[in-house]
């Protein structure tokens, strides 16, 4: 018998009605893996591209890139907003050597730290104290430091299995390394790379010199982690050895760039915000394709797999691109500067710049009471080997959003290979995995689907969680 057609459409739409989120997440995943975009964007953004330092030509190219490529998504609304960032510049390759007392020289691997300044024209040339923390620094004093080069060599603790915590416990030394050693009268500063691997690539990353005056800014380099090795071991045989080192980086006059936003505006609740994101600029030595290439096309499909698994949001979720997370989070800075100028409620914020690998889940800086409800959609992911559901941290550039009540996040992926990249020449294309950046999309995709629908009021409607 045939069904009036008013009889087919009510039933078609019933069940669309009674897609449970299960099934909503196992759309979204299925997309994702078939019919992704996140690793063609960023095949182009790190090989087209490459490196995207912030205030360089590459950085403009990557600007317009993801705007024309947001923009062919049809969301509501695509836009540039300005903001100006540092501009430094690395210069020519950077080379240094060991001199033993005896006379012969060892080649090692430096790179310059973001934000240093140059060497004196032709190099410095001194001797070498090493030392694992500023008290160690402070208790040589100047009588041992002044005229020296100094070596930090603290490595990342290696029995750590949140690597991220095992960075933390060392980066000091790379971002404020200098300006210790600077108040001592030191002539400059080696760092150990932020790597827990031993290899030859050098890994850079921001220092600062806080307010020190002009005449006690030293230059910094990290040093490779094998070279560290090398150059502690020879210390401990020859303590009169000398280092050499020649950079020529410099800090030019701040340009105009711009945060990359894509929106597609809310059905019901426009005026609450979710956004996604991860910072479009990155490091110069390789192209950036973990740091954070990955987290920013992974937004970018974000909203497309919203779109494309026929999800249309109650509330604005919005993709946000940031310029210069890595020195000086200036982008950041705007974005939540303007947010707040306009009034913007920021419901939710969701980072993904812990690198490309398998997601494992997510870090929520929120109250318990929230927490806990976001903590209910754990066995939705299970399917996915979706597990980690932890309150912590979020990340650098939606961290200015927080307030008292809403909630930020971070993806966080499997972090045991992140440092044998991060911030090195090898973070490049062919290190990122097709597989886990989908997958990873698809995880962020599928918590901003969540929290669309049940908002982050711990007491609204979770009853409706079908599974
Ligand atoms: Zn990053």
Redo the contacts with the bound molecule.
């Keep these: 018998m045939k069904q009036p057609i008013w009889l087919l459409l009510l039933l078609f739409a019933l069940n669309i009605q009674a897609q449970t989120d299960a099934e909503t997440l196992r759309t979204i995943y299925t997309t994702s893996l078939t019919n992704g975009k996140s690793y063609e964007w960023l095949d182009y953004l790190s090989n087209q591209i490459g490196g995207r330092l912030s205030g360089s030509l590459n950085a403009e190219k990557a600007v317009q890139y993801t705007k024309e490529e947001l923009e062919k998504l049809g969301l509501d609304k695509v836009w540039l907003q300005p903001v100006m960032v540092p501009k430094w510049v690395r210069g020519t390759k950077e080379y240094a050597f060991i001199e033993a007392s005896s006379g012969t020289t060892t080649t090692v691997n430096i790179c310059a730290l973001g934000g240093s300044i140059a060497t004196p024209y032709g190099g410095v040339k001194a001797p070498v104290v090493e030392v694992n923390d500023f008290d160690e620094l402070k208790a040589l004093g100047k009588e041992k430091v002044a005229g020296k080069i100094v070596f930090f060599n603290r490595p990342m603790q290696p029995d750590l299995i949140q690597t991220f915590e095992a960075y933390g416990g060392c980066v000091n030394q790379r971002y404020a390394g200098a300006m210790e050693a600077g108040k001592l009268g030191a002539v400059g500063v080696i760092v150990r790379s932020m790597n827990l691997r031993l290899d030859d690539l050098p890994h850079t990353g921001s220092m600062s010199y806080g307010d020190l005056p002009n005449s006690q800014r030293i230059p910094s380099a990290a040093i490779s982690t094998n070279d560290a090795e090398k150059l502690s071991g020879m210390l401990a045989l020859d303590k009169n050895l000398k280092f050499f080192f020649n950079q020529t980086c410099q800090q030019m006059k701040e340009v105009q760039s711009y945060n990359v936003i894509g929106e597609i505006t809310g059905s019901e609740f426009p005026n609450e915000y979710i956004i996604v994101g991860g ?1 479009l600029d990155s490091w110069d030595l390789g192209d950036g394709s973990h ?2 290439g990955a987290g920013c096309v992974q937004s970018m499909d974000v909203l497309r797999l919203l779109t494309e698994s026929g999800i249309k949001p109650k509330r604005s979720i919005r993709v946000v691109l940031f310029m210069n ?2 020195n000086g989070l200036r982008g950041a800075t705007k974005y939540a500067e303007v947010a707040k100028q306009k009034g913007e409620n920021h419901i939710f914020s969701l980072e993904s ?1 812990a690198g490309g690998f398998t997601p494992r889940g997510f870090s929520f800086d929120c109250s318990d009471a929230v927490f806990n409800k976001i903590e209910s959609w754990r066995s939705l992911f299970k399917p996915y080997l979706i597990h980690y559901f932890e309150k912590g941290g979020s990340g650098a550039d939606v961290g200015p959003l927080k307030t008292d009540t809403n909630v930020c996040a971070g993806l966080r992926p499997d972090s045991q290979r992140y440092f044998d990249h991060h911030h090195a020449a090898n973070d490049t294309f062919e290190h990122v995995n097709k597989r886990e950046l989908e997958l990873g999309a698809a995880t962020m995709t599928s918590l901003v689907y969540l929290i669309d629908k049940y908002g982050i009021s711990p007491i609204s409607n979770n009853e409706e969680l079908k599974d």
């Design positions: 910072h740091d954070d997370e890595e710049d």
